[in-house]
């Protein structure tokens, strides 16, 4: 890649990213890492650890506890560091989620540790194919106060996998920091070139963060992603089983989707469905192989699948079109930068 970073740094290097998950029941938790070596000398590395507990305190309504720690260190002997908890409240819509939370915790870098409070209040939503999603975040960094601003979306189509945000910030201007920009953004496209295999380009810039202790700059990159399968992974389609759409004309949507026990080991999957000719679920308990599901009449659709109690990413498509996230499922972005929803089975 080349990079300028914090107006200091004009160079090229080489870099390997690492990310790893674990998800049981309800439980994620995430790690990932960075090791950088420049070509005018000197490297760098980063990691991140992540973790969320999630409960349920009704149909709609999902409470997360998580736990973030990270940190940096430089071949000059420069390093920073930190440790954060926060809560989140999810308010699940039909085609996207409300949100809302806060946090607290420490960070270092330089020649001290700061406290630091963060709040987080936004919406996420499906559009025309395209999901959207605004965060508005106020922090608190000891003396410093500011507000960040961001509207970010994505998009798939066939094998190229396309993300963008643009932000803003409000308040204090970090002067001290050696902040000045208030304005960012940035775009990456992932083109799969076959399973497992995509090239990534990305550019943009970033503002200072001082809860991280990390400078604002600008970026562009070129690499190729290595990832266990696929999950748009092409299989041959088996033929549709006609049934006749609604006289009433509605465009093919989920209006409604449900679970249930069927066994010790079975989950019975259920969904409302307009205008539907065909009707698949795919996740990671089906090892995103698509699994059609069986009309029950008057737009009802079900299927019978051996899923252990556990969490697990999941999303449905009606008729061979888009992948969607069916209503009431916490809507996510899974690592090729798609929309997934968040199943958790009892």
Known sequence: MALQYADTVNTGAAAVSGDAAFQARAVAAEAVGTFSQFF???????????????????????????????????????????????FRFHYQLAVG????????????????????????????????????????????VDSAKYADAQLSASWTHANLDFSALAGFRLGDQLESLGGTARGWGSFNLVAWLKPGLAAVLGAGSYPIDPTQGFPGGRFASASIRFARGHRRQPIADAPL?????????????????AWARAGARNVTLKATVTGGRSVEVSGDFTGWVPMKLTTAGNGVWTVDLPVAPGQYQMNMRINGGKWIVPPGLLPMVDEFGGAVGLLIVE
Do not use: M
């Open 40 to 86: 005018t000398g000197g490297s760098s590395a980063q990691g991140v650890l992540s973790g969320s507990y999630f409960i349920r305190s009704s149909s709609r309504v999902l409470t997360e506890l998580g736990a973030f720690a990270g940190g940096s260190a430089h071949h000059d002997g420069t390093r920073t560091g930190q440790v954060l908890g926060n």
């Open 97 to 140: 989620e409300l949100f809302a939370g806060a946090g607290a915790g420490r960070s270092s870098f330089g020649d001290g540790a700061q406290n630091v409070f963060i709040g987080e209040a936004g919406a996420s939503r499906q559009i025309s194919g395209v999901d959207a999603s605004f965060v508005l975040s106020p922090v608190a």
């Open 241 to 257: 089983t006609q049934v006749p759409i609604a006289e009433s004309g509605e465009p093919a949507a989920i209006k409604d989707f």
